[in-house]
């Protein structure tokens, strides 16, 4: 199978983490470089857990660039009650001696575009504003890039910030907005999170009986700590999701897409009760152009193998043929 050359977009903390992690084990994926963006946690913090998360995966060689500090328009507003203080679950606080690469990220997305035109896949996991910054300085950024894979928006159900919106669209709706208008984006959104990739106890157990062993699941244990204890207080279920690492797993085995449309998508900028929201028009009632591929449902069984190929063995490839 050929690899697949990738830039990975991101706010580490949490499941971003996780799904860098996968990313960088993976013999499918190269990660040509790493951009950091405002989003989750404090931006030093997010420069910090993804240099620990590279270095744990034995790729801390990978160029970590430092990108946008807030998102385009709006003020910043951070999620440690969910991912923790610092990001990494609470209670791990490592100290990283990497230096972070010269340059801004969203020139490095343009500049590692234009120098290998056609190769790259751009995979965004974080608030959409580096993306956006890049695609202000080189327009012509997708044709420059192979596709353009993004976590984020929440397609006709519920988000997770508010009713009308998921996370990393709602941070930086002005972004997401022109990136979905501007890019042919491949859309995983926070339906298809919660409906096929929630881990409850077996699986978080199964993970933790793993951590003396494997310093993968150990990490993930320590992540998945404060996402569990806010799962269990706001929802009453001792459950975790793992939206970034969809993205990887989807890069390492396509074939776990199960059902994909093609659709118009735009993204409400507007402050207010619908900040953020993601209009899919699934019944083709507008005239807008059709150029987001939502993935509409993956292999579950398939996910949760890879994953834990990934962080009890170490091996994200390791079922696969
Ligand atoms: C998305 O928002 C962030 O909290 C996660 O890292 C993920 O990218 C989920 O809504
Ligand atoms: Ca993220």
Redesign the pocket.
């Known amino acids: 199978m050929t690899e697949r050359r990738v830039i990975v977009d991101?706010?580490t903390?949490?499941?971003?983490s996780q799904?860098l992690v996968m990313a960088a084990l993976s013999e499918r994926i190269e990660i040509e470089a790493v951009t950091v963006a405002a989003?989750?946690v404090g931006f030093d913090d997010e420069v910090r857990n993804a240099k620990y998360s590279l270095q744990l995966a034995d790729s801390a060689d990978v160029p970590v660039y430092e990108g946008a500090r807030s998102p385009l328009l709006k003020d910043h507003e951070t999620?440690e009650y969910?991912?923790g203080e610092g990001g990494l679950g609470g209670d791990l606080d490592p100290e990283v001696d990497i230096p972070s690469a010269d340059g801004f990220a969203p020139d490095a997305i343009v500049e590692l575009a234009r120098e290998h035109p056609g190769e790259l896949t751009l995979v965004c996991?974080?608030?959409l504003t580096n993306v956006a910054l890049a695609l202000q300085r080189e327009p012509a950024l997708g044709d420059l890039l192979d596709s353009v894979w993004v976590?984020?928006g929440n397609v006709n159900c519920l988000?997770?910030?508010t009713p009308a919106a998921?996370?990393?669209f709602w941070?930086d709706p002005d972004a997401a907005k022109l990136v979905v208008r501007e890019l042919d984006v491949t859309l995983v959104d926070?339906g298809l999170?919660v409906r096929d990739s929630t881990f409850g106890t077996e699986t978080l157990d199964r993970i933790a009986d793993a951590a003396d062993e494997s310093r993968f699941a150990d990490f993930f244990t320590s992540i998945a700590a404060s996402v569990r204890a806010f799962n269990r207080e706001q929802f009453g279920e001792d459950v975790t999701?793992q939206?970034?690492s969809v993205v990887s797993a989807l890069l390492v085995d396509p074939s776990l897409v199960e059902r994909e449309g093609t659709y118009h998508v735009d993204v409400d900028e507007r402050e207010g009760l619908t900040r953020g929201y993601t209009l899919v028009d699934e019944l083709g009632v507008t005239d807008g152009d059709r150029n987001t591929r939502v993935v509409e449902s993956i292999d579950e069984d398939g996910f949760r193998r890879l994953f834990l190929d990934t962080v009890v063995h170490g091996e994200p490839e390791r079922s696969l043929e």
């Not at 903390?13 to 971003?16: L, Y």
């Open positions: 991101t706010d903390a949490g499941d971003d799904a989003g989750n999620a969910v991912h996991i974080a608030p976590m984020g988000g997770n910030v998921e996370y990393n941070v926070w999170v999701t939206p970034d």
